[in-house]
């Protein structure tokens, strides 16, 4: 089940750089795409992949064990849409955010995407941080590199970039979502 919803993504964004006229980067993506195919499968355990089915569940809650219907606050959730609300958003956000972005070795917007779109779906734990606002709008915040993103499930990525306050903006947006109806 991971195995086909990564190679499903990984198409999706294939195709998104195909829309562009990124044909090299749709290239190295199909590439990607076929080395997983010709991978053997392994059965794990049937406890194993129902373990890995919550793990990777958008609509579970690793807290309560239970499947709640919507985004998890602290699980990995999966976007339907793989990109910004749209190609402005896109746009705007790297010719505002971009130079910050530099340092870490991401030149393009399409790499920018890419590290907002792996931290929006990315579980809580070790530097990363996240809970779900009343809106139900997936919230992550990474202490290591310091990228805050905001995301929807159904619309995609709202905003990333690097808070200049770093964890303390992290800690009072969250502390103020939490107030007025969030999830922890």
């Excluded at 606050?73 to 010719?95: D, I």
């Amino acid at each position: 089940m991971i195995i086909y919803e990564n190679l499903q993504r990984m198409l999706y964004i294939a195709d998104i750089y195909r829309r562009d006229g990124n044909y090299y980067k749709t290239c190295e993506l199909l590439i990607k795409v076929a080395k997983e195919l010709a991978k053997p499968i392994d059965f794990p355990s049937m406890s194993a992949i129902i373990e890995e089915e919550k793990r990777y569940n958008h609509n579970h809650d690793p807290n309560t064990g239970r499947f709640t219907g919507g985004p998890s606050p602290t699980g990995a959730n999966v976007l339907e849409v793989q990109g910004f609300y749209s190609k402005a958003k896109l746009n705007n956000h790297w010719s505002k955010h971009g130079s910050l972005y530099r340092k870490d070795g991401i030149y393009t917007k399409e790499d920018f995407l890419e590290r907002a779109l792996t931290l929006a779906q990315s579980p809580v734990g070790g530097s990363i941080k996240g809970h779900l606002t009343k809106e139900g709008h997936i919230v992550r915040y990474d202490e290591k590199t310091n990228d805050f993103v905001k995301a929807n499930v159904k619309k995609g990525i709202i905003t990333m970039f690097k808070p200049k306050d770093g964890k303390l903006y992290y800690e009072d947006k969250r502390k103020g979502d939490l107030e007025h109806g969030g999830k922890n």
